[in-house]
T-cell receptor
Framework: QQQVKQSPQSLIVQKGGISIINCAYE??????FPWYQQFPGKGPALLIA?????SEKKEGRFTISFNKSAKQFSLHIMDSQPGDSATYFC????????????FGAGTRLFVKA | NAGVTQTPKFRVLKTGQSMTLLCAQD?????MYWYRQDPGMGLRLIHY???????AKGEVPDGYNVSRLKKQNFLLGLESAAPSQTSVYFC??????????FGAGTRLSVL
């Protein structure tokens, strides 16, 4: 029940295309859903996050879509660029118990120039 | 403003040796976390702390110990290293707004 399932494991997209990464969760106590971006040799960094009271959040080329009834959320990267090539992690966090965050397994995105 | 600093960046240990990983944050955050990252498994929480002098177990605490004697520092110890502890270790601190800030990681190999 604590798992966050992420797919696909890897993704290759042409420059200018749309990258889509999907995640699903089981624990209805989760109340915060961040996405992290990680470049090789670096630590993860927060990219964008959403709370379950909204169905979509957009920041620049990055959009989170959230479906509370299906317990699924996804990251869309519009107009994907080679500089977006990185590993992306979805995550979920409950608001109690130390604010522990559960991470998905990650998606390695490669954007071809 | 350095954010979250981890030392060392790399380390090679022999089975049975001990070591301590240091995490320091200069953002006055109360919450701090230690994760390990393994291929195909994302980040898994080892231990965390909700404030100076407190620690708690995460998802994969066995074989590790932690201490938070000062608010800015969170130490992760391996008493008797095993090859299964070969991993990349990340420390993070959490702002009051809920954002986790990660260090650059420590690559540990246990032979």
């Amino acid at each position: 029940q604590q798992q966050v399932k992420q797919s696909p494991q890897s993704l290759i997209v042409q420059k200018g295309g749309i990258s889509i990464i999907n995640c699903a969760y089981e624990n209805t106590a989760f109340d915060y859903f961040p996405w992290y971006q990680q470049f090789p040799g670096k630590g993860p960094a927060l990219l964008i996050a959403i709370r379950p009271d909204v169905s979509e959040k957009k920041e620049g080329r990055f959009t989170i879509s959230f479906n509370k009834s299906a317990k699924q959320f996804s990251l869309h990267i519009m107009d994907s660029q080679p500089g977006d090539s990185a590993t992306y992690f979805c995550a979920a966090r409950a608001g109690t118990g130390g604010f522990k965050t559960i991470f998905g397994a990650g998606t390695r995105l490669f954007v071809k120039a | 403003n350095a954010g979250v600093t981890q030392t060392p960046k790399f380390r090679v240990l022999k089975t049975g040796q001990s070591m301590t990983l240091l995490c320091a944050q200069d953002m006055n955050h109360e919450y701090m976390y230690w994760y390990r990252q393994d291929p195909g498994m994302g980040l898994r929480l080892i231990h965390y702390s909700v404030g100076e002098g407190t620690t708690a177990k995460g998802e994969v605490p066995d074989g590790y110990n932690v201490s938070r004697l000062k608010k800015q520092n969170f130490l992760l110890g391996l008493e008797s290293a095993a090859p299964s502890q070969t991993s990349v270790y990340f420390c993070a601190s959490r702002s009051s707004g809920g954002v986790q800030y990660f260090g650059a990681g420590t690559r540990l190999s246990v032979l």
